[in-house]
């Protein structure tokens, strides 16, 4: 059988194929970013060409990855370009894993963040549910790999849900001690079965509340989608939900449609609503908060990384 190509459509997402089309609307003014351009993007390509790593700026299609190249930073994903789930609202390509995992690629990953100067460094991954731990190990070896090169970097990881694992693999992630776990719950759980159906709300809300019991003194990091057909009380319900399980910093994004495969655009959520959230949620206790139509999980997350902190030690009284 000859490899699939993850530029078609069709063969990226094969279980996508036969959906009905779903309009993609006009983004308004507030959505538009440039093109990705400049001498900082280049050589941030090449660097991660030249190391054969995957980023979940290119898979995801992201929006803002020509600013965040152009400053050298991206978002590297571990674990191949291959992903186990079939999340509706993911870029990301699907299907069953073309291979095992590549054990010498967390020396990649942390050769390519020396070279690049990060400071933080976000690093994610596509779920492996045919790996028995979930690639647990894996990134813990990454996070390893990066404080022996760079031990100066500040590590973020943006985990899967372990789902399918045994309770000590977030043990093994968490013992690997990098600086912020961040595990995204996407969107409020009536809308799970539709958007996310291979996870489990409770499990990702219980998964985050863990990793505190764990270390108390890790920061966590959970974020939603907002346009996805939710209404404002659920996502005010979510945020109680993460405050209860101690998830310090909240990211709120819009949802944009990768294709017309994928589920629809509900609306556009204006630059004002997600100042609401803003406001509400830093009222609800978080120490960090970022919601505007374009934040997204890794965007700016070395700058917000060290007001996170400064938010610690204040409400500590250290500063």
Not at 48 to 53: D, I, S, T, V
Not at 103 to 111: I, T
Not at 193 to 210: I, K
Request: glycine share 6%; aromatic share 6%.
């Amino acid at each position: 059988m000859s490899l699939r190509d993850l530029k078609i459509p069709d063969q990226r997402h094969p279980e996508k194929a036969h959906r009905p089309d779903s309009d993609q609307p006009r983004k308004p003014d507030w959505i538009r970013v440039k093109a990705p351009v400049g001498r900082g993007y280049a050589d941030t390509r090449n660097i991660l060409r030249e190391h054969g790593l995957v980023t979940v700026c290119e898979e995801a299609g992201c929006p803002n990855v020509g600013e965040c190249w152009n400053q050298g930073h991206a978002t590297m994903m571990i674990m191949g370009e291959v992903c186990t789930r079939a999340c509706t609202f993911c870029n990301v390509a699907t299907g069953k894993p073309p291979e095992a995992l590549d054990v010498f690629e967390p020396g990649r990953v942390a050769d390519a963040v020396h070279k690049l100067g990060l400071r933080h460094v976000v690093v994610t991954s596509v779920d492996r549910d045919d790996v028995e731990d979930g690639g647990a190990e894996h990134f813990a070896r990454t996070v390893r790999a990066i404080r022996r090169r760079s031990p100066n970097t500040t590590i973020e990881i943006l985990t899967p849900d372990f789902l399918k694992c045994a309770p000590s693999a977030l043990e093994v992630v968490v013992d690997s001690r990098p600086d912020v776990f961040n595990h995204n719950l996407e969107t409020v759980p009536g809308l799970y079965p539709e958007v996310r159906p291979g996870a489990r709300y409770f499990h990702s809300l219980r998964l985050l509340q863990r990793v505190k019991e764990l270390d108390p003194s890790m920061f966590t990091k959970s974020g939603i989608m907002v346009g996805l057909g939710e209404d404002r009380q659920s996502v005010l319900q979510v945020m109680d939900d993460m405050r209860a399980a101690d998830v310090d910093f909240l990211t709120v994004g819009q949802y944009l449609q990768p294709t017309r495969k994928h589920h629809r655009v509900d609306r556009f959520v204006t630059p004002e609503e997600f100042a609401s959230f803003e406001k509400v949620a830093y009222g609800k206790g978080f120490l960090m908060v970022s919601a505007t139509p374009l934040t997204r999980s890794s965007y700016h997350a070395g700058d917000d990384f060290a007001r996170l902190r400064d938010a610690r030690l204040k409400k500590i009284g250290q500063i």
